[in-house]
């Protein structure tokens, strides 16, 4: 019996939660499946970020889910995290929402850098409504700025450039 359209909302706001909270690799990990192969991809260029436009599969190895859940702790933290307008399809098991918070780059030029940021996760599922492909759609533009060190002049630029006297 596929999952209802409660337990595939349920699964997707325990993940999100705990992504929210910044909880430890393990814990995220264990909202995904154990019977399918897994795998996480952040759409965009990969010379954005080391995280970005790679598709991160399996448990293990250099390119596993881990390591991608690895390299966004060394490259961002964030803050006030909340997600909204969940989108459940029990047909397709996959559940799509919108995400939201404050970014900061902490690695070399970037150190510091930060940025608000609207996002989007797609989220497929398993009969045991567990996670089996993490997709998100982000602000790469933001995230390569900040990684160069150019976010906080771009973002002054920019303002100034569009002051209403």
């Known amino acids: 019996m596929p999952p209802t359209r409660s337990h595939l909302l349920a699964s997707a706001q325990a993940l999100c939660d ?4 910044k909880a430890d690799v393990e814990t ?3 909202h995904f499946s154990s019977t399918h192969q897994i795998s996480a991809i952040e759409h965009g260029l990969p010379l954005a ?3 970005l436009g790679r598709r991160f599969t399996g448990r293990t190895g250099p390119t596993s889910v881990p390591v991608y859940f690895q390299l966004l702790s060394k490259y961002l933290t964030y803050d006030s995290m909340s997600f909204s307008e969940w989108v459940v399809d029990t047909h397709a098991g996959k559940v799509s929402v919108k995400g939201a918070a404050k970014f900061t780059w902490t690695e070399g030029k970037g150190d510091g850098q930060s940025w608000d940021e609207e996002f989007v996760y797609v989220l497929d599922f398993d009969e045991e409504c567990k996670v089996t492909d993490y997709q998100v759609w982000a602000d790469s533009g933001a995230a390569y700025l900040a990684h160069r060190g150019e976010l906080a002049d771009k973002v002054k630029e920019f303002e100034q450039e569009n002051k209403t006297s």
């Open 28 to 30: 995220l990990l264990s």
């Open 49 to 51: 970020a080391p995280f």
């Open 18 to 21: 705990a992504f929210a909270t």
